[in-house]
């Protein structure tokens, strides 16, 4: 084998490669990444989570990449690790469907039929219609359509190398002397344990045994102990993916190292102790692509059934070998990079976070305004923490969404990712008007200050209706509930009126010498915070009504709604007056 052999073979493993990964990118774009998001929600019985691991695997082409995800998953809390390894087992059989794939590249060539359906003419005929969908179909879905035939043309033509570079190894006393090596399990293993780690493809790795199968110098005696080296090897990558995730995330990609040694070593044992009692002949067969692509099919298979009842074996072993550590829980961290590369993915767990954000929003408000009127610096420090949250929040997630807006969005999802970015600051902006309500709480017990009874009923009505439009504002946000979203800014203009006529009140008290100037600037004070978060909640909804039209103009809707009231604006208005009075 001379050097121009050599290279022929390592240009065929880079266009095999090349060729899965758009082949795949382009499946999942045309199902409009909607398998990732899929996997993780569908995944909560053992039997789904397997089968939709098995097939998303199928459909991406890749079990590293399908594992990676689910290590994502787990690092960002949005999956259990058992649920984890069941999908990592469906992986582990799903991976095998390419050597099926590769089995189309090894069709003979004749005369007749069998000319128009050999690999050449197959190849070639995907080859230019892809092209002609990439390049003069302007629709985002014709073009990975074109993806995906362009993407399995050029995985063809790698096979087509492969096989060329390595047809004259069969003559080779050197290769026939290696493959003789192989036939002990443990060396067998340990070279496509290897192998697979080097090509961090396990599909590569089998793609070349076929390749190599062609020469008539491997025996399943010899290509075996390959495959089973293959499957623990395929685990390689998704350790090296999981370096930065916390420990439940390294967990999760030992899990996967965990179950394919064990299940090759479990297969492997029960396999060899049975031909060692019925000295099995069919070692001696010589394989070929098709049969390389069964072997393998039904190894990982087995390594499935064995398996799927010692979950939680996996599970107690990976954390063996990862220990549990103490690590700081701040959702705002959560948010995977991981996911960038699938928008679907970004997007749920964008919207996990900033929900989340919300709440502890909602939470700050809550516990600013109990201070009011039962002040402690245990509950002083929280909304202090709450409000330092909503920072941590505020940074990561813009840090996030703008590295969001790099990649190719659908127009839903643009839609989505333009609704986090107009409401990320109004969250925020909420979280530190709880803190200034906080402050005045402590002013008021720190000078021991006293509001009249009438002051006091005032303001607990005042508070009562905005912490309801800020409940309704966070629903609806996180249920994308319209409708309830339209009821935010009539309960807002009523909260308008009410702090209008508290600041009359305040007046005349401060001229009949009910309340002095003290009381006054704090008064005010608690008046304006409790505003001011009213109208981030009208920010909030009408950016959520608005985009869900399609469009975004703040100023134009509260307009139209201010001039042509619809009745169901005048029966909140009416409803909302009646409830939060001071009468």
């Not at 890749?62 to 594992?67: D, K």
């Amino acid at each position: 084998m001379g050097i121009s052999e050599v290279i022929s073979l390592l240009s065929g493993i880079a266009l095999f490669l090349f060729g899965m990964t758009l082949m795949g990118d382009g499946l999942k774009r045309v199902s409009g990444n909607k398998l990732e998001p899929i996997l993780f929600r569908l995944a909560g019985t053992p039997i789904r989570a397997m089968l939709l691991g098995t097939f998303v695997t199928a459909v991406i082409q890749s079990s590293s990449a399908t594992s990676v995800m689910v290590v994502g998953f787990v690092n960002s809390g949005m999956m259990k690790m058992k649920q984890a390894i069941r999908v990592i087992l469906g992986a582990i059989l799903g991976t095998s469907i390419t050597g099926w794939i590769i089995c189309l590249s090894y069709i003979d060539s004749g005369s007749g039929i069998q000319s128009i359906l050999s690999t050449s003419t197959l190849t070639g005929v995907i080859a230019v219609v892809g092209i002609i969908f990439r390049m003069f179909c302007k629709k985002k879905i014709h073009h990975h359509i074109g993806d995906i035939m362009m993407g399995f043309a050029v995985l063809m033509f790698g096979m087509s190398n492969m096989s060329s570079a390595v047809s004259s190894l069969g003559t080779q006393p050197w290769f026939t002397s290696l493959l003789t090596s192989m036939t002990h399990p443990i060396m067998g293993i340990l070279i496509g344990l290897v192998f697979s780690a080097l090509l961090q493809s396990a599909s590569a790795a089998v793609g070349i045994i076929q390749a190599l199968s062609l020469t008539g110098a491997i025996t399943l005696e010899s290509g075996l102990p390959l495959l089973m080296g293959i499957a623990i090897g395929a685990s390689v990558p998704v350790l090296l993916s999981a370096l930065g995730a916390n420990v439940n995330g390294r967990k999760t990609a030992v899990s996967y190292l965990v179950a394919s040694f064990m299940g090759v070593m479990v297969c492997s044992s029960l396999f060899y102790i049975g031909d060692a009692i019925f000295h099995f002949s069919f070692l001696s067969m010589t394989v070929n692509p098709v049969s390389i692509a069964l072997v393998n099919t039904i190894l990982r298979f087995s390594i499935l059934l064995v398996l799927a009842p010692f979950v939680d074996v996996l599970e107690a072993v990976a954390n063996l070998v990862v220990p549990t550590k103490n690590e700081p829980n701040d959702p705002a961290l959560k948010l995977e990079e991981r996911f960038l590369t699938h928008p679907a993915l970004a997007i749920e767990q964008s919207k996990a976070t900033i929900a989340d954000m919300a709440r502890d929003a909602e939470k700050s408000v809550e516990a600013a305004s109990g201070l009011i009127s039962n002040f402690s610096e245990e509950g002083f420090t929280h909304v202090e923490d709450l409000e330092n949250a909503g920072d941590r929040y505020e940074d990561a997630l813009g840090s996030y969404l703008a590295k969001l807006t790099g990649v190719e969005l659908s127009e839903r999802q643009n839609c989505e990712v333009s609704k986090f970015l107009h409401t990320l600051s109004d969250f925020e902006r909420i979280s530190d008007h709880a803190v200034s309500i906080a402050r005045s709480a402590q002013e008021i017990h720190d000078k021991n200050l006293t509001f009249t009874d009438d002051a006091k009923k005032e303001l607990a009505v005042l508070i009562s209706a905005v912490r309801d439009n800020l409940h309704n504002t966070i629903t609806s946000f996180i249920n994308e509930d319209i409708s309830m979203a339209q009821r935010v800014e009539p309960l807002e203009e009523v909260i308008d009126s009410l702090c209008d006529e508290m600041k009359m009140r305040h007046v005349d008290r401060v001229q009949q010498g009910q309340c002095t100037i003290e009381h006054g600037f704090v008064f005010n004070d608690l008046i304006t915070c409790m505003e001011r978060i009213s109208d981030h909640c009208s920010n909030i909804a009408v950016a959520l009504i608005e985009l869900s039209t399609g469009s975004f103009d703040t100023h134009m809707y509260l307009g139209r709604i201010k001039e042509k009231r619809s009745p169901d604006f005048e029966h909140y208005i009416q409803d909302y007056t009646a409830k939060y009075s001071f009468d």
